[in-house]
C-alpha cells in the first residue's frame, strides 16, 4: 500500500516500539538519550528530567505516540542519520477513533502521532506520519488524522518529513491570547485537505508541499493552508521560497481556505506566500475558496507576492491580493519570528 512504502523508504528492518523499555543514556553525556529499535521514544521523553536535553532516535519504524508536555522545555528530538526518511515516528489515529477507555472519540488534536506543547522545542532529521486511511474506514465521519499537533513558542523543525492527508500538521497556539512561534526549514509536508493549519505565527521556508491524488470525483479535491489566526496578531502563516507541487491534476486544489473556528469566531485567518513556485496543481485562475460562506475569504488577510510558476499566473488580478514592495517588508521571517532567530 502506498502508506507503507512511503513510510519505510530508505529504512532497513524497521521495528515497532509501542511496549518497548526505556533508552539507556549515552555513555558520558548526561543530557543525551538514544532510542534504538526496541526502545520507545515516549519512554525517552518520559525520562527527561529537566531542560535541554536531547534524545537521538536511532534508525527504524517506531508506531507509537509521542506527546512532549509543556514542562519539557527547550528539548531537542533528532533523527541519528540526516536522512528523515531513516527513522519514522508514526500512528494510525483519526478524529473520529474510538478511544480505548470509551471517553469518546480522540478529536483532530487528539489524533496527532506527534503533541507537543513544550516551548524552544527542536525537532530536525527524521518523519512524523499518520497513516490512517479513509479508505479503510468508509464508515467514519471524523476523517482528520494530524501527523504533529504544536503549540508551544519557539517550536523549530528541520529537515523532517510529515506525512498524513486530512489536518497532516496542526500549527496552534497554548492558549487563544498566545502569539506562539514556529519555524520550518526545510521540510516536507503532504496532504489533502487543509493539511497546514491552525492560529500559530508559523514561518515555512524552503519547504516543500506536496498534494496528493484523492479517489474523489469533484473539485477541489483539497487546499494546501487553513490559517485560522487570531484578529489581535499580525502574523499568521508566512511561507517564503518554498515549492508546491501535486499527485493530482492540474487545478485540482486550491492554495487555501480561511478556518474560522466556532470556538474563535473573531479569528481573522492570515496567509502570505511569498518568493514560492507553485506547480500546476493549484488552480490559477480561482486558488482561494471559503470554508463557511459567512466568512468569504476576501474579507481575509490572504497575500502573495513575487510567486512563480504555472499555479501562480495572475490571471483575474482580484482573485489573487498581491502585497506591493512595501508591505513586503513586513512579511519576513524576521519581522514574524521577532527576537527568535532559529535560522542564524
Not at 13 to 21: F, S
Not at 227 to 236: D, K, L, Y
Request: with cysteine.
Amino acid at each position: 500500500m502506498r502508506r507503507r512504502t512511503l513510510l519505510t523508504a530508505g529504512i532497513a528492518g524497521g521495528l515497532t516500539a509501542a511496549l518497548a523499555p526505556t533508552p539507556a543514556l549515552a555513555a558520558g553525556a548526561r543530557r543525551v538519550l538514544h532510542v534504538r529499535p526496541g526502545d520507545s521514544v515516549q519512554a525517552a521523553v518520559d525520562a527527561v528530567d529537566g531542560p535541554g536535553w536531547t534524545i537521538v532516535v536511532h534508525p527504524g519504524t517506531y508506531r507509537e505516540v509521542v506527546k512532549v508536555p509543556e514542562e519539557t522545555a527547550e528539548l531537542t528530538l533528532r533523527g541519528a542519520t540526516r536522512d528523515p526518511r531513516d527513522v519514522v515516528i508514526v500512528h494510525d489515529n483519526a478524529n473520529g477513533t474510538p478511544r480505548p477507555d470509551g471517553s469518546g472519540t480522540y478529536g483532530t488534536a487528539g489524533s496527532a502521532t506527534f503533541t507537543s506543547a513544550a516551548p524552544g522545542l527542536t525537532v530536525r532529521d527524521l518523519t512524523l506520519a499518520n497513516d490512517w486511511l479513509r479508505a479503510d474506514h468508509p464508515d467514519m465521519t471524523g476523517t482528520q488524522a494530524v501527523a504533529a499537533y504544536v503549540t508551544g513558542d519557539r517550536s523549530s523543525f528541520g529537515n523532517v518529513r510529515l506525512l498524513a492527508h486530512q489536518d497532516t500538521l496542526f500549527v496552534d497556539t497554548t492558549a487563544l491570547d498566545a502569539f506562539d512561534r514556529q519555524y520550518f526549514r526545510h521540510c516536507y509536508v503532504e496532504g489533502d485537505v487543509d493539511f497546514v493549519f491552525g492560529r500559530a505565527t508559523a514561518v515555512f521556508e524552503d519547504c516543500h508541499f506536496h498534494t496528493l491524488q484523492r479517489d474523489v470525483t469533484f473539485t477541489p479535491k483539497g487546499m494546501v493552508f487553513a490559517p485560522s489566526t487570531a484578529r489581535a496578531n499580525p502574523h499568521g502563516i508566512l511561507a517564503v521560497r518554498s515549492r508546491i507541487t501535486s499527485g493530482a491534476q492540474d487545478g485540482a486544489y486550491k492554495l487555501a481556505r480561511p478556518w474560522v473556528p466556532s470556538f474563535e469566531t473573531t479569528a481573522w485567518p492570515s496567509l502570505v506566500v511569498r518568493d514560492t513556485r507553485i506547480g500546476p496543481g493549484i488552480d490559477p485562475v480561482a486558488p482561494y475558496t471559503n470554508m463557511r460562506e459567512q466568512y468569504p475569504w476576501q474579507t481575509m488577510r490572504f497575500r502573495e507576492y513575487r510567486n512563480s510558476g504555472p499555479g501562480a499566473v495572475v490571471t483575474v488580478p482580484e482573485n489573487r491580493p498581491q502585497l506591493t514592495v512595501a508591505e513586503a517588508q513586513l512579511h519576513t521571517r524576521r519581522a514574524y519570528l521577532g527576537d527568535w532567530r532559529p535560522y542564524a
